[in-house]
């Protein structure tokens, strides 16, 4: 399973970023596919995730209102819609695949991509 990211940036404080992964390597349709990021001196924290049925989605608390977790699955893609971002949403940005929904653990993660950096300046 591959997992390719992009769609970082430098941005302003209350820009916005789209972030998409592309995900090769097994049936896209039935995987959890989530976000995580790791600000500069941080874990790796949970972001958001999408299941199999489209429907259903999650958010860490500090995005919700401002992130929209969506998915294309003729695209094999998930995209993270950012709008109204701060300077503490700046860090490298992963995607990838859950064993299990529900869990924001890292050891709930199948598959990961590699990062994709999103700055956002004052």
């Known amino acids: 399973v591959q997992l390719q990211a992009s769609g970082g940036g430098l941005v302003q404080a209350g820009g916005s970023l789209r972030l998409s992964c592309t995900v090769s390597?097994?049936?896209?349709?039935?995987?959890?596919v989530a976000w995580f990021r790791r600000a500069p001196g941080n874990e790796r924290e949970f972001v958001a995730a999408?299941?199999?049925?489209?429907?259903?989605?999650s958010y860490t608390d500090s995005v919700k209102g401002r992130f929209t977790i969506s998915r294309d699955n003729a695209k094999n893609t998930v995209y993270l819609q950012m709008n109204s971002l701060k300077p503490e949403d700046t860090g490298v940005y992963y995607c990838?695949?859950?064993?299990?929904?529900?869990?924001?653990?890292?050891?709930?993660?199948?598959?990961w991509g590699q990062g994709t950096q999103v700055t956002v300046s004052s």
């Open positions: 390597g097994r049936t896209f349709s039935i995987s959890i």
């Open positions: 990838a695949t859950q064993s299990r929904w529900g869990s924001r653990s890292i050891d709930s993660i199948a598959y």
């Open positions: 999408i299941a199999s049925a489209s429907s259903l989605t």
